[in-house]
């Protein structure tokens, strides 16, 4: 009826479903087996008593009687007891877990970096702190406790905001007058250093030492701009259309959004040589993409891991001759963007790679030596066809686009992206006006 997990640092977690059909996890922070074993009992103890519509004997009432608060309260975040209004306050660690088991529309992942952020709020406030007693003060020094541990900057933006998202659901509960983290934030520092961009060369030099397996998977990172593990692990052959040239990625990171489980990207000459090759390698009946057990290692129930594959991909960029770089697989998904974004319009990138241009703009477009190159050797003229190729709609299938109107849109793209809209011309003479307005004029005979 209900089991034992064990986590790091000895954490152990009590997890059963409950009354209500929905799963449940009760967190015993640092204890031992055997006391986790009695608590087990008396849960599922108290489980029976409910389903059944019992009261509780006087053994478990006694139990329940000799608590600490704190072990209470984590007991009436779970649904075993009834909730206890005579302390009449909010305890941090109790609430804090019983957020993030509530949160139903999240991914799993997403919960693993939640729980990095109530672990520092529970080591700095401690678990059995009314929340209604933190101050902004405290709420400053929690931020400067995340600053003196060493985290990056942007860790300690998104570790302040999921405060203030934790704190925000307090107040909407009336559990606190306010949020003590409302006006607590700090800079993302985007750090230039972690931005890689992968030339062709060196990731030509990289898929000479691959067998079939790795070169796939760097390809599709690569060429196809997909996120690694999940999109290139969920991609299957039935999902790529030979003839249309067309490939549908499934999205594990975004099928919770809506319209956001899958899209649809070209498939591009460079991956059409390679998954061409797969294929032919492939063994009848074969699934996915990228065979052998990397999914099955990858896809687990607290979200996709990267299953040693960094550890594989080192090795490979260090077999080629070059230094591994840091974020290996975002680099590849950031150079693919990079490239495309060159010629196409950025909405028709991110709806390829499946991000926005907003973040893409902020996380993945990089300069490179190559823009310095074609402004050096082309100069003004040379940018001004980069704009008008990047504005540029490709041609309906059909041919009912006319040339001349693919002409007029790059224009007012390239304008719309200036400053200002360009000035009208000089007054014209009458008859001037006259023929450019109304068209040709044909001269008769005199």
């Known amino acids: 009826m ?4 064990r986590q790091g640092n000895g954490r152990r977690t009590i997890q059963f479903v409950g009354t209500d059909g929905r799963r449940r996890s009760l967190r015993l922070g640092k204890t031992s087996q055997r006391d986790a074993e009695r608590i087990k009992t008396k849960v599922e103890a108290i489980l029976s008593a409910r389903l059944a ?7 478990i009432s006694a139990w329940l009687g000799k608590l600490d608060p704190l072990m209470l309260d984590r007991l009436t975040m779970v649904g075993l007891i009834a909730t206890t209004t005579s302390r009449g306050k909010a305890t941090l660690g109790p609430f804090l877990i019983e957020y993030v088991d509530r949160r139903i529309d999240v991914k799993p992942a997403t919960k693993e970096v939640w729980s990095q952020v109530t672990r520092n709020l529970c080591e700095h406030f401690g678990e059995s702190r009314d929340m209604a007693t933190i101050t902004e003060g405290d709420a400053e ?13 942007t860790t300690v933006h998104k570790r302040l905001q999921f405060a203030r998202m934790f704190f925000r659901a307090a107040t909407k509960r009336k559990l606190i007058a306010a949020n003590p983290f409302a006006d607590v934030t700090a800079k993302a520092v985007l750090r230039q250093e972690r931005q890689r961009f992968v ?29 690694c593990p999940s999109e290139v692990l969920s991609l299957r052959w039935q999902d790529i259309d030979w003839d249309a040239g067309r490939i549908t990625i499934t999205s594990p990171k975004t099928e919770h959004h809506p319209g956001k489980a899958s899209r649809i990207m070209p498939l591009f000459p460079e991956l059409r040589s390679v998954l061409a090759e797969a294929f032919e390698l492939a063994v009848d009946g074969a699934g996915y993409v990228v065979s052998g057990n990397y999914r099955q290692t990858a896809n687990t129930i607290r979200g996709w891991r990267n299953c040693n594959l960094r550890t594989q991909f080192e090795r490979l960029v260090k077999r080629a001759g070059l230094t591994p770089w840091l974020r290996l697989f975002h680099a590849l998904r950031a150079s693919r963007e990079t490239e495309l974004a060159r010629e196409y319009p950025i909405h028709v990138v991110t709806a390829w790679l499946g991000n926005t241009p907003r973040i893409a703009l902020k996380h993945y477009l990089q300069v490179t030596d190559a823009d310095f190159e074609q402004a050096n050797s082309g100069g003004a003229e040379s940018g001004a066809r980069v704009v008008q190729n990047a504005v540029q709609q490709p041609a309906a299938a059909n041919g009912d686009v006319s040339q001349k109107t693919t002409q007029a849109r790059a224009g007012a793209g390239a304008y719309a992206n200036s400053r200002e809209w360009p000035r009208r011309p000089a007054r ?19």
């Open 2 to 5: 209900a089991s034992i997990t």
């Open 141 to 153: 020094d929690f931020k400067l406790f995340l600053i003196g541990s060493g985290l990056a900057p």
């Open 428 to 446: 014209m003479s009458s008859g001037e006006d006259r023929i450019r307005t109304c068209g040709p004029v044909t001269r008769s005979r005199v």
């Open 53 to 59: 519509g019992q009261p509780l004997d006087a053994e």
């Open 199 to 227: 030339t062709r060369e060196e990731i030509d030099r990289v898929l000479a030492v691959c067998d079939p397996i790795w070169r796939t998977i760097i390809a599709l990172c690569r060429f196809g701009g997909l996120r």
